[in-house]
C-alpha cells in the first residue's frame, strides 16, 4: 500500500492525472491459443451487421477489436537504435517501438514503459490528414532511431504536433521528439504544469506565460483560435481546476471526421484477453511472459486494481475488464469522483445523440488495444455511473467489479482527504459494486 502511495504521489495522482500507463497494447503474433479467438472475430465480423472500414456505419452494438487488429502489418526497425536518454522511466537501453497500422490512413507507434511494480505500454496515434497529406502526430514517444525510421518510412511530413493532456508519461517526451521535426506546429492541451514546462488555458494568458521550452502555435480549449486541422476534426477539452489540487487536469478529445475515428488518450480503454503484447518480450524474459498470471497481473497493476484471487484461481478483477470498453478503474475512482460534472459533460459533448455531430463508428486509444469498434452510444455506456442515479439501471457493459476489489484506490482517496493532499472525492465511484 505503501508504494501504490507513493507512486500516486510521484505521478501527482492528487485529482488523478497519472493515467495508469497502462496501455498494454496489441496481442502481435497470433498463436495456437489465440485460433479460437480469431475465428469468434471473423465470425462476429459475418453475423453483425456492421459494415467494412470502407462503409463506416453506427451498428455497433457491443464494443470489439476490428480486422485491423488482427490482420494488418506490425513494423520495428531495430537497427536503426533502441537507445534514447534520458528518458522518464525504464526501459533506458532498449526501447523498442513497434508500428502498428490501424487502417484509414492511421498507425500507433508503441513503447514499454515499466516503473515501480506497473508493466504497461504507451502509444503515438498518428492519422494522416486529408486536406494536406501531412502527418498528424498525437502524444508522440521518445524519439529513438527506431521510432524516427519508422515514422519517416510513411513518407509524409509531420505537420502537427498534440500534446493531449497534463500527464507526465504523454508530455515528457514533446520537448525531444520537437527537436527532430522542428517545422511541426506544436499544439499543447491547457493547463500545463510542474518541471516538464507550465502554460495557462491561453497564449495570451498575462498570468501564465506559457514555458514548456519549445515553441507553442496554439491551445486546443475555449478562448483559443481554432487550429488549421479542425475542418477535418471535432475538439472537446476537458479542464478540470480545484483549488485543493497542485494543479489543473486537461484532456482533449478528437474525432477525425474523414474516418470516423475517435481519438481518445485515456478516457476510455479495451483490455484484450490473452497473453501480454510482443513488445514485453523485449523487456522480459520468455519465462515471465508465459507465466499465464503475468497478463492478468499487468493489468490489474496498471489500472490500480488488487491481485485478488477467487476460490477458482483466477483473479475477479482482470475478469470483469477484459474484453470490453471500459473507463479504468484509476480514473473512475481519483478523477471522475473529484468533479463528476466535469467528466459527465465531457463525454455528453463527444456522445449527445441529439445533434450527431460527434459520428465515429471506431476508437484508438493510447493505451491497450485498438481500434477499437465502438459509437458514441458505446462510449457513454462506459461513464453510465455518471449519467444513471440508480445502480439497478446501469447499462450491463459497465464491468462487474467486487466492491472489494475498489478498496486500495478507496484507501487513496482517504488517504488524499485526512493529509488534505488535494481536492476530495465527491461522488460515489463504487456505486453499483457487487457485495460478495
Request: charged share 20%; net charge neutral.
Amino acid at each position: 500500500v505503501m508504494r501504490t502511495l507513493l507512486h500516486c504521489i510521484i505521478f501527482g495522482l492528487v485529482l488523478t492525472r497519472l493515467d495508469p500507463i497502462s496501455s498494454l497494447s496489441f496481442i502481435t503474433n497470433i498463436n495456437q491459443n489465440d485460433l479460437s479467438r480469431r475465428d469468434l472475430f471473423r465470425a462476429a465480423i459475418t453475423a453483425s451487421t456492421i459494415l467494412t472500414t470502407s462503409s463506416p456505419s453506427f451498428a455497433v452494438t457491443t464494443p470489439y477489436l476490428t480486422e485491423e487488429y488482427y490482420k494488418l502489418p506490425i513494423k520495428t526497425d531495430a537497427s536503426a537504435g533502441r537507445f534514447y536518454f534520458p528518458v522518464l522511466t525504464p526501459p533506458f537501453g532498449n526501447r523498442a517501438t513497434y508500428r502498428y497500422t490501424l487502417g484509414r490512413d492511421a498507425w500507433a507507434f508503441e513503447q514499454l514503459l515499466t516503473f515501480s511494480n506497473v508493466s504497461a505500454t504507451i502509444r503515438c496515434n498518428v492519422i494522416k490528414l486529408k486536406e494536406t497529406g501531412g502527418l498528424w502526430v498525437h502524444s508522440p514517444q521518445w524519439p529513438t532511431g527506431e521510432f524516427i525510421s519508422l515514422l519517416n518510412s510513411l513518407g509524409a511530413p509531420v505537420e502537427h504536433v498534440v500534446l493531449p493532456c497534463n500527464a507526465l508519461e504523454h508530455k515528457a517526451p514533446m520537448g525531444a521528439f520537437l527537436k527532430k521535426y522542428p517545422d511541426a506546429k506544436v499544439w499543447i492541451a491547457p493547463g500545463q504544469y510542474g518541471p516538464l514546462g507550465s502554460c495557462g488555458k491561453t497564449l495570451t494568458d498575462s498570468s501564465k506565460k506559457c514555458n514548456m521550452g519549445y515553441r507553442v502555435d496554439g491551445i486546443l480549449g475555449p478562448g483559443n483560435p481554432l487550429p488549421p486541422w479542425s475542418n477535418e476534426f471535432d475538439i472537446s477539452t476537458l479542464y478540470i481546476e480545484l483549488p485543493q489540487n497542485a494543479g489543473p487536469v486537461s484532456e482533449i478529445a478528437f474525432c477525425h471526421r474523414p474516418t470516423k475515428t475517435l481519438v481518445s488518450t485515456d478516457a476510455v480503454v479495451y483490455i484484450p484477453s490473452g497473453t501480454a503484447p510482443d513488445i514485453f518480450s523485449t523487456y522480459f524474459d520468455a519465462q515471465t511472459i508465459q507465466d499465464p498470471e503475468f497478463w492478468p497481473r499487468s493489468v490489474l497493476q496498471a489500472v490500480f486494481l488488487p491481485l485478488r484471487k477467487d476460490s477458482s484461481g483466477e483473479f475477479p478483477g482482470y475478469e470483469a475488464l477484459k474484453d470490453r470498453l471500459v473507463r479504468a478503474p484509476i480514473l473512475r475512482a481519483l478523477g471522475d469522483a473529484r468533479a463528476p460534472n466535469s467528466v459527465r459533460d465531457w463525454i455528453e459533448e463527444q456522445t449527445s445523440t441529439s445533434s450527431y455531430t460527434w459520428k465515429y463508428d471506431r476508437i484508438i486509444t493510447s493505451h491497450f488495444a485498438s481500434p477499437i469498434a465502438a459509437t458514441p452510444e458505446n462510449v457513454r455506456a462506459s461513464f453510465d455511473y455518471l449519467f444513471t442515479e440508480n445502480p439497478q439501471n446501469f447499462d450491463s457493459s459497465l464491468p462487474k467489479l467486487a466492491c472489494q476489489d475498489w478498496d486500495l484506490l478507496d484507501g487513496i482517496n482517504q488517504f488524499v482527504e485526512k493529509n488534505k493532499a488535494g481536492a476530495p472525492a465527491v461522488f460515489d465511484f463504487k456505486k453499483g459494486c457487487i457485495e460478495k
